[in-house]
Nanobody, 121 residues
Framework: QVQLVESGGGLVQTGGSLRLSCAAS????????MGWYRQAPGKKRELVAS???????NYADSVKGRFTISRDNGKNTVYLQMNSLRPEDTAVYYC???????????????WGQGTQVTVSS
């Protein structure tokens, strides 16, 4: 069974840091772009950061300079280093990845179950 499993969420104070990890497990042929989304209560899910296989990154304006996305292709894992956290960063963070499960299939989007990040004032 192919899964994306997030870890690293928790409760921190304003100004603190967290490092989120998301590992794709199972039989996977190719991992394409990977990214992190978040959804706060009453709000739509939004892109936080993404990274391509070639290492090109994209960030939401609200997290530029504070968050860093990276990946380890050997481990099929994407990370999100979050520094200088603010209460408005509080949300469920979801991992996303484009995965090919065999040589003749196309990349399809997969989602993790989410990990809670809470930043106290």
């Amino acid at each position: 069974q192919v899964q994306l499993v997030e870890s690293g969420g928790g409760l921190v104070q304003t100004g603190g840091s967290l490092r989120l990890s998301c590992a794709a497990s199972g039989s996977i042929f190719t991992v394409g772009a990977m990214g992190w989304y978040r959804q706060a209560p009453g709000k739509k899910r939004e892109l936080v950061a993404s990274i391509t296989n070639g290492g090109n990154t994209n960030y939401a304006d609200s997290v530029k300079g504070r968050f860093t996305i990276s990946r380890d292709n050997g481990k099929n894992t994407v990370y999100l280093q979050m520094n200088s956290l603010r209460p408005e960063d509080t949300a469920v963070y979801y991992c996303n990845a484009g995965l090919r499960l065999n040589a003749i299939s196309r990349l399809r989007p997969y989602w993790g179950q989410g990990t809670q990040v809470t930043v106290s004032s």
